[in-house]
């Protein structure tokens, strides 16, 4: 599959071919369609004010959004598991994620409508995303990508202060960069941090959060289209939502977390007239047998505490509208 993802990608951005691609975390159902072969009732895309959607705002009332996370004890077995692959040496971060149950009375579709963040997905009525991040972008001679890590509430005083000086997040966030830049590196030159930890705000259902983000960028090659599934596979899976090393983590990650992340925390995005731009799937929505589940993480080092990112992955749950 990873092969004829590959070529796929290489040939229609070598005949220069609009499409969108939806790529899972574990490389094993990626999509990749030409645009003009996109179908609207199946699929919805927002790539950055980039779309294939009608404007359908609602403004319901009286919204039901209830959450249930898994159990704190679950949750801390988990992160015991990782506590000791870090005191191994096995990672030096890793991602940890679980699915959060939720009651409501909106539909995916609604989701979709009304979340506000720059990217947006809605696939097969299957699940939706509504993400802040950017994997990377792809223009003339240039890639660059903004890896978000570190999220505190912003109504906390002093909360830019806290999260800015924190040893933890500090930590963890240097990690994420310099995993990033190794990947850049991988199919771009001269690679460098031009903007470091700096501070995004987000506005959720119920509460403001700040995010902390980096830009990285990196000089392309040229021809750089006809090399596009190479380059976009070879950086995968992002590493703001795996961890470090990438390899030894995402297997570290499946043994804690137990669970198939499907489609969440791969990438979507789209390439057209030499530009490709694409986000990070997170904020995500699944449908499922048991009904709609929240898929959510974060971060865990050897300065991580249990009962703090446990509240983080449960903060994450949430939806921002206007």
Known sequence: MM?????KLNRLGGDNVPFLFIIDFDMKEPLVLPLADVDDERILYDINGFTNAKENRTNPENIVFEKTPVNHEEYAKAFRFIQGELEK???L??????PTRLETNLRLRDFFDLASEKYRLLYDDRFVLFSPETFVIMENDTIRTFPM????DAGIPG?????MEDEKEHAEHVTIVDLMRNDLARV????RVERFRYLTEITAKDRKLLQVSSEISGTLPSGWNRKLGDMLVGMLPAGSVSGAPKKKTVEILKKAEGYDRGFYTGVFGYYRDGYLESSVMIRFIEKTEGGLCYK???GITAYSDC??????MTDKVYVKIT
């Not at 971060?93 to 679980?98: E, G, I, M, R, Y």
């Not at 009962?307 to 983080?312: A, L, M, S, T």
């Open 89 to 91: 040496g096995n990672t």
């Open 188 to 191: 771009s030159k001269d690679v």
């Open 296 to 298: 959510s993480g974060g």
């Open 307 to 312: 009962g703090k990112e446990y509240k983080e």
């Open 149 to 152: 890590k570190g999220t505190i």
């Open 3 to 7: 092969k004829e993802l590959k070529e």
């Open 159 to 163: 909360a830019a202060e806290i999260i």
């Open 93 to 98: 971060l890793a991602n940890l994620t679980f």
